[in-house]
């Protein structure tokens, strides 16, 4: 916390220091407040061509404990690989979500299709989710593959990581059909983050 110090018309008090969390959330997860949200966890509605999915986890901090009152963002192509479908008001291919108290996050949307890559190649189907937390400074940024498909072998972004790594970024198929992804923030098992 600082101080400021007031004018005549400003008395002076204690101001927040941190950058991100947790005022974030009026604005950002408004629905605890009663307020209206830009952006939920459902990223296609019913009715959205593809494979309905869900993308459920817990984010963790380094000793892994739950991180409650953290937020996510998950962007993502259509299941034909575009990032801008067109005449498709129920696909938003952008989604926010905030943990509960014990981490947890889901997400419901259709699973997407490859995406273009550097030099002509392909990229294998994934999600790009940036993760905002109490003491992060900045977003943290990784990506969700799916352990199912074959396309990860041949992923230009995913080589680039090392392969003992790799796992951090690998959603697996639950019983039900949806997907399980879990975050952890720093430690043993942290997650891959990029740069960008």
Same mark, same amino acid.
């Given at each position: 916390?600082?101080?400021?110090?007031?004018?005549?018309?400003?008395?002076?008090?204690?101001?927040?220091? @941190?950058? =991100?969390?947790?005022?974030?959330?009026?604005?950002?997860? !408004?629905?605890?407040?009663?307020?209206?949200?830009?952006?939920?966890?459902?990223? #296609?509605?019913? *009715?959205?061509?593809?494979?309905?999915?869900?993308?459920?986890? /817990?984010?963790?901090?380094?000793?892994?404990?739950?991180?409650?009152?953290?937020?996510?963002?998950?962007? @993502?192509?259509?299941?034909?690989?575009?990032? @801008?479908?067109? +005449?498709?008001? *129920?696909?938003? +291919?952008?989604?926010?979500?905030?943990?509960?108290?014990?981490?947890?996050?889901?997400?419901?949307? =259709?699973?997407? *299709? !490859?995406?273009?890559?550097? +030099?002509?190649?392909?990229?294998?189907?994934?999600?790009?989710?940036?993760?905002?937390?109490?003491?992060?400074?900045?977003?943290?940024?990784?990506?969700?593959?799916?352990?199912?498909?074959?396309?990860?072998?041949?992923? !230009? =972004?995913?080589?680039?990581?090392?392969? #003992? /790594?790799?796992?951090?970024?690998?959603?697996?198929?639950?019983?039900?059909?949806?997907?399980?992804?879990?975050?952890?923030? @720093?430690?043993? *098992?942290?997650? =891959?983050?990029?740069?960008?």
């Amino acid at each position: 916390m600082s101080i400021e110090s007031g004018g005549a018309d400003r008395p002076g008090g204690i101001t927040p220091s @941190q950058t =991100v969390g947790p005022f974030f959330a009026y604005a950002l997860t !408004p629905r605890a407040y009663g307020g209206r949200e830009l952006a939920t966890e459902l990223l #296609a509605s019913e *009715g959205v061509p593809g494979e309905r999915i869900s993308i459920e986890g /817990r984010v963790l901090d380094g000793d892994g404990a739950p991180v409650g009152d953290a937020m996510l963002e998950l962007w @993502q192509a259509d299941a034909q690989g575009r990032h @801008q479908p067109q +005449g498709n008001a *129920g696909f938003t +291919g952008f989604g926010r979500a905030e943990t509960t108290e014990e981490g947890r996050f889901r997400f419901e949307t =259709v699973r997407p *299709g !490859p995406v273009p890559g550097p +030099g002509g190649t392909l990229q294998a189907p994934h999600l790009s989710l940036s993760i905002f937390a109490r003491g992060v400074l900045l977003r943290l940024m990784t990506r969700i593959y799916f352990a199912d498909d074959p396309a990860n072998a041949a992923d !230009p =972004v995913l080589a680039l990581v090392p392969q #003992a /790594r790799r796992e951090t970024l690998i959603a697996r198929r639950e019983p039900g059909g949806g997907y399980r992804f879990d975050i952890r923030l @720093q430690g043993e *098992g942290e997650t =891959v983050f990029f740069e960008a």
